[in-house]
């Protein structure tokens, strides 16, 4: 066990399991926000940014101090790995991202990366050496709010992306990922992709509400929901709006109304899923002008594929019978992930051994799980988000929600190690 | 009678009635729309411009060629008095404006000023003296697209705006009205509002489809619908589109969507009252964010107070029964207008008399009737317009239309000037 006098997560359980330290990773958490800290107490901490240079060179130098192995890829993903018996077997693998939004919080990808690096502290601390090498993994540009897409280290890394493509993106200034990645030295020696992996857990903050509203300690994490984008033009008829009977009119706003509340009744027909219309262009957009046209763009997500093929169906049969001139066209998509049984198995199983109580989730957000699980067994572990922000400088998990999450990580890393 | 060779409007009746020259109206309409005329057959005559000018000083020019006196008021607006019998008398007005819209078309206001100027062609060519002075009248600024409020002229005239306040509004480059007036050289002499009038008539197109789906000639314009402007401020709440479940939502847009629908329910059960929501904004306005804060505005017209009150009563009923923050304010109304019974009486008697197919319309858009009947006997003439089209460069009514609303124009101040 570890020194005394520092708090500690308190397990139910009487085992000599190590346990992290809270205080410390609560320190780090607190510390790590000056790079990038903002006036009212968040982070704007944008990838391959100066700020985000500071808080790599950081955690590398953290890394090496506890007697970590860095390596560096191509895109810039950063593999610190602890030692473990067998040099043989993949590393077991946990992580998160430390870039942020813009006026984003403290908590938002940095809380799984310091989590990593506490169970190496407690590792290191307790003589506790592993079967597997522990690898605790930033991953480059999860945000997408400089680059674009979002989650794109391990992207490249998980063959969703190609490296090629990603080093010409560029962001607003004209700058590409490749020059920024060499501006701060991370552009590193390692082909993307190289390292595998026996497993990898996320733990990260939940960005929602369910967990606070159900008072819940640990979100189960099970899979990420599917995403499907439509674009929606109405075409009605501009026209003047005192002159123009009630009989006589083709408006497209009406339409639109229509369509919005259809989103919103089709998530409500197929819960868990949701449906989202966020964007909406009216034209000409003047008080007392009949709308002509109107654009709308829509977001509908369901853990399952059978549940937005539904959602879809739905969608496309309403606005086929509402009477006027629509064109709804499916845009994009992201398919559901659905995470390891075993690990999630494993997640479930450390925390009720730590005497949490659990719900099962299914994440609406994006992740850098939602790529790895595609490559090596996955599965990630939430926390209560107050008031469910996130993308926020008033984003906050507590001291004491954060170590229930990074103690569940390293159990749930003491498990699969075992296996 | 007039000279043989001309067309005419063809009366069904066999008196001895002048007739006015369709042919020769249409020619004035042609020809005027070169002042302004744009490439695609409109016409842009903004108030107080040079083009604007131009139409004014050849209005001028032809009415003093018959013989008209000319005065010109502080505001701009021009009177046109071809003499009758009993100076005594006030005279009988009849007119509309000389300026467009932006890309307007060659119809809107400057058919009812011409039909006038062939009146007084045709009294002079018959030799038909009436006992009224008639008076042709261009009102400066009905548009109201250069200087704001429209009806600018008429409101100055009517005593609803005071001609202080309305010299100091400035365009968008900062030129007053004022300076605009004295630019183009019509900042008149006389008092505005000295003029009295008998009776005033104004001709107009319809700027809506009623007629023409209804295959009627004229309208007899028996009012004005009064309007009701509201704006509306929803607050939600901003919240990510994956991570909130449906029941955890407070989304500013569906509350919108349901305002939207029942304003234009309300207008339908409260016929022939219209509703329109023709402006919309979304904060943050971004797909995968639930929207926390819409703003909508709506425009409510109704030719009665009471029904304008009964519609606002069901708007603020269900706003209230939205399960949502909402900011519900009446910001700005004008009353419905009824015209005087005796004119219109006499537009329906002179229109029959004619053989003219007739329907009663409450006009849905402002006119400076609207202002003028505040002061003296008013009514208005439509005639149909086709697809229901104003404000635009492909509005039109035909020769045939234009002639017929000439002649009942005619007509309705012959049997004026007989009481």
Not at 25 to 44: E, M
Not at 67 to 96: H, Q
Not at 286 to 306: F, Y
Request: aromatic share 6%.
């Amino acid at each position: 066990m570890t020194a005394a006098g520092h708090a500690r997560s308190t397990p139910a359980t009487g085992t000599n399991m190590p346990e992290i330290d809270g205080d410390r990773l609560w320190a780090d958490i607190v510390s790590t926000a000056r790079f990038g800290g903002t006036d009212k107490g968040g982070v704007t901490r944008l990838t391959l940014t100066e700020e985000d240079r500071q808080v790599r060179d950081w955690f590398v130098a953290e890394c090496r101090s506890l007697g970590c192995m860095i390596e560096v890829d191509r895109i810039g993903n950063i593999f610190a790995t602890y030692p473990g018996e067998d040099p043989s077997l993949s590393p077991i693998a946990v992580g998160s991202h430390l870039d942020t939004q813009p006026q984003g919080g403290r908590f938002d990808g940095i809380l799984g990366v310091l989590a990593g690096l506490e169970l190496i502290r407690t590792l290191k601390e307790t003589a506790t050496v592993l079967r597997h090498n522990l690898t605790v993994v930033n991953w480059t540009n999860e945000e997408g709010s400089r680059f674009s897409p979002a989650m794109m280290g391990s992207g490249v890394f998980a063959g969703a992306s190609r490296l090629e493509a990603i080093d010409a993106v560029l962001d607003q200034d004209g700058t590409s990922v490749q020059t920024a990645l060499e501006t701060i030295g991370y552009r590193g020696e390692t082909p993307v992709g190289q390292v595998g992996f026996a497993a990898y857990v996320e733990l990260h903050i939940e960005q929602g509400p369910l967990l606070e509203a159900a008072a819940t300690q640990i979100g189960i994490v099970t899979g990420v929901q599917g995403v499907r984008w439509f674009d929606v033009a109405i075409t009605g008829t501009e026209a003047h709006a005192g002159s123009t009977p009630m009989a006589q009119r083709n408006d497209a706003l009406v339409a639109a109304s229509q369509i919005v509340l259809a989103v919103r009744d089709i998530a409500h027909r197929h819960l868990p899923g949701v449906g989202t219309t966020g964007f909406v262009a009216v034209g000409p957009n003047s008080r007392n002008v009949v709308p002509g046209a109107v654009q709308l763009q829509i977001d509908m997500r369901h853990p399952s594929e059978e549940g937005l093929d539904l959602m879809q169906a739905a969608l496309e049969q309403i606005v086929g019978a509402i009477d006027a001139k629509i064109a709804l066209t499916h845009i994009w998509s992201k398919q559901p992930v659905v995470f390891d049984p075993a690990i999630v198995d494993a997640v479930r199983a450390s925390a009720e051994a730590l005497g949490y109580s659990t719900t099962e989730v299914v994440s609406g957000a994006g992740h850098d799980a939602a790529h790895i699980a595609g490559i090596c067994p996955t599965a990630m572990i939430f926390v209560p988000s107050k008031d469910g922000l996130s993308h926020n400088e008033a984003e906050y998990s507590s001291p004491e929600e954060c170590a229930r999450g990074a103690g569940v990580l390293l159990q749930t890393v003491l498990q699969i190690d075992l296996k």
